[in-house]
């Protein structure tokens, strides 16, 4: 039988999509299976905005339909069938799943007062613990702490039982006053700030209220928060002075003069960022004007609209935003608003969830962000030109992961993340070519690689090279790990460390390992991206780096040295160099649980194990595999994660004195996430090992 939890409210506006975004982020973490209910929508053919934020998390698998339990339409007409129908289909969700988040009404089709109490009784008949939730804002303490009492005693009346008590959308200033004052002995009692942000409209939901049309900036640029309205109905010099970031500025379309005006005074670094300009009036600039906007270089998305300027501003100000799938910043922020104001383990306590043994990709995801953010270190990311790396670090800071330095020009970096609506505030922003560090950077260039003839004039030309620069900043303890390749070569990411970084006192090679998560567990594949042909000498050198960075990741190392062969069956150079390469490993590192050489077959499949290797420690159960070349570990990797749907994290390089990791071109968001917090960890451990 799945646990579950009722998140229920005894009013609208409580901001139960971030609280129940955050247990299910949560939840993915320990369990394989979560599940989503939602025990009354309203009719029509328009779908849930929470049920649809929620369903679209990775580590859900229900279709909108399975989720849903009856409308409040049913209810109206028949509540005593209409509770029927609900827990028939919450059961059918509940048997799907190991745990199950449960969503109240909404309060958008209010059937009067008593709708606390329908709630209460729908969470009784699905035997699930009650987490209220209740707004803050615009409420004195007392009577925050009388809301939760009245509310508290009306679901208990109803036979529901209170878990937990969720303050929502609170002051800042206000969180430890509101806490203290609300404090039960018998539930925790959770604070969470208000975020005005999680409730502003997007560009693109302003064009869709507007019934507007887009007639200039970038597409990329309409997923941007609109945090504040300007009627801008005075003259230019007032507008400026009321400007402020993130602002959408709405004027008469026929008043070239304030458009020139905004658009200049977006594109200087003397005033705020713009999130967008609306036309009012079903008036267009002319062609001359826009070619002048157009030409000031930054794409701020400007909305042309029939409606008049009372209507635009009416339309713009009640337009609320929702947090859906595609609203990055909005997630980032409601995830790190969460994981600071939760404590897991009261949760965990309320529905007795235990760790699942096993691992998907999500949950190992999670744990790597988890152990990052317990590190907290400072990771420099060259390439902060890049969008790619601009959400992630919006991410990263957002959740907590590690602090974090951005190489380019600061104030195109800080204008392309004020763009896209990003909140980057908290990372440091370094120009290689004006920084102060050039030059004791180079001088101590030159003296690593005298002995290769260098001069200062030329490790003065190498060092603005942001390879060089953010390599060095990791040398000179500036930083503690660094990620780059978004953009360049894995060459040119990391030649700068082979230079300066350098391997590991008792490793001969650098080489890399794909952390291979499959369904249900993590495996360890070395070496795939790096060394072509390794000798015996270098491919134990792989083998050992390999076990370390298994353990350093959780993954209890047992490594297979695969070959065409499996133990003495088989001759012939190649398998030859894996047998003297496993019995180097042994002689090196008896602690090791190693096997080799052994085919892949024998590495992962008891009962193929038990033929062709019985008694084996390794064989059958392997989660570090070591391939004899690049052609196969390289072929290999992507084949199982093209046929077996696993992901593949890395390259993660080992052998290094300090932690600098390689990107896929091709890298997702998501990607430069993880290999962060894996370069991170990494850190702590080399910290740990001195």
Avoid at 158 to 166: E, F, L, P
Avoid at 242 to 256: C, F, K, M, Y
Wanted: proline share 4%; hydrophobic share 45%; with cysteine.
């Amino acid at each position: 039988m799945a646990r579950s939890i009722y998140i229920a409210s005894p009013e609208g506006q409580t901001g139960k999509s971030t609280i129940a975004l955050g247990l299910v982020d949560l939840f993915v973490r320990r369990v394989e299976r979560v599940g989503i209910f939602r025990p009354v929508v309203p009719a029509g053919d328009e779908r849930d905005n929470v049920l649809e934020l929620l369903l679209s998390h990775d580590g859900v698998d229900l279709s909108y339909e399975d989720a849903v339990g009856v409308t409040y339409d049913e209810v109206h007409a028949d509540e005593k069938a209409a509770m029927s129908r609900i827990v028939q289909r919450f059961h059918a969700v509940e048997e799907r799943s190991d745990v199950v988040v449960i969503v109240g009404s909404d309060y958008t089709d209010v059937a009067g007062p008593a709708e606390l109490a329908f709630n209460g009784r729908v969470a009784a008949n699905l035997g699930a613990p009650v987490l209220l939730a209740v707004r803050a804002m615009d409420r004195s303490t007392e009577e925050i702490a009388q809301v939760v009492d009245i509310a508290t005693s009306e679901l208990r009346s109803d036979h529901a039982t209170v878990a937990a008590v969720a303050i929502n959308r609170c002051e800042p200033d206000r969180l430890e006053e509101v806490r203290a004052a609300v404090a039960r002995p018998d539930v925790p009692v959770w604070v969470f700030p208000e975020i005005p942000v999680l409730a502003a409209p997007t560009i693109s939901d302003l064009v869709t209220a507007l019934e507007g049309t887009v007639i200039a900036g970038d597409d990329a640029l309409l997923a941007r928060e609109a945090e504040s309205i300007l009627v801008c109905g005075m003259n230019v010099e007032h507008i400026l002075e009321r400007l402020t970031e993130g602002q959408v500025a709405i004027a008469a379309g026929d008043r070239s003069e304030v458009l020139i005006a905004l658009a200049a005074a977006h594109s200087s670094q003397n005033f705020p960022s713009l999130a967008g300009i609306v036309l009012n009036g079903g008036f267009e600039p002319n062609g001359a004007v826009r070619t002048l906007v157009e030409g000031l270089g930054r794409s701020l998305p400007i909305i042309t609209t029939q409606h008049n300027t009372y209507e635009s501003a009416r339309i713009a100000s009640t337009t609320r935003g929702v947090i859906s799938r595609g609203s990055q910043r909005k997630r980032d922020l409601a995830l790190g608003a969460f994981e600071r104001s939760v404590d897991v383990e009261d949760v965990v306590k309320i529905l007795d969830v235990p760790r699942s043994d096993v691992v998907t990709p999500l949950m190992f995801e999670a744990r790597l962000l988890d152990r990052a953010r317990a590190a907290r270190k400072h990771i420099v990311l060259p390439e902060g030109n890049d969008d790619r790396i601009l959400r992630a670090a919006s991410t990263l800071l957002s959740r907590g992961v590690a602090e974090l330095t951005l190489l380019g020009v600061e104030s195109a970096v800080r204008d392309r993340a004020s763009d896209l609506g990003l909140d980057i505030d908290a990372a440091t922003v370094v120009d290689p070519r004006t920084s102060d560090l050039l030059q004791p950077f180079a001088e101590e260039y030159t003296r690593l690689r005298a002995h290769r003839g260098m001069t200062l004039e030329r490790a003065l030309e190498i060092m603005p090279s942001v390879s060089y620069f953010g390599t060095m900043m990791v040398h000179t303890g500036r930083a503690d790990g660094m990620v780059s390749g978004a953009l360049h070569t894995t060459a040119h990411t990391i030649k700068p460390s082979f230079e300066i970084i350098k391997t590991r006192p008792g490793t001969s090679i650098v080489s890399s390992v794909f952390l291979m998560a499959l369904a249900d567990r993590v495996l360890v594949y070395g070496d795939c991206a790096v060394n072509p042909d390794p000798n015996a000498e270098q491919l134990a050198d792989i083998a050992i780096s390999s076990a370390e960075t298994s353990a350093q990741f959780g993954i209890e190392p047992r490594i297979a040295m695969l070959s065409y062969s499996t133990g003495t069956s088989g001759s012939g150079a190649d398998v030859d160099k894996v047998r003297a390469a496993t019995e180097i490993v042994r002689e090196r590192r008896p602690d090791l649980s190693v096997e080799g050489p052994i085919q892949y077959d024998a590495a992962v499949d008891a009962s193929v194990a038990q033929t062709k290797l019985p008694g084996s420690q390794v064989a059958g159960k392997a989660t570090v595999f070591i391939f004899p070349d690049l052609n196969t570990g390289n072929n290999t990797y992507k084949a199982v994660q093209r046929s077996a749907g696993a992901v593949a994290i890395g390259p993660v390089l080992q052998g290094l004195n300090k932690p600098v990791n390689d990107l896929s071109r091709g890298a997702l968001v998501q990607d430069i996430v993880n290999t962060v917090a894996i370069t991170a960890i990494q850190a702590q451990a080399n910290e740990e090992q001195q």
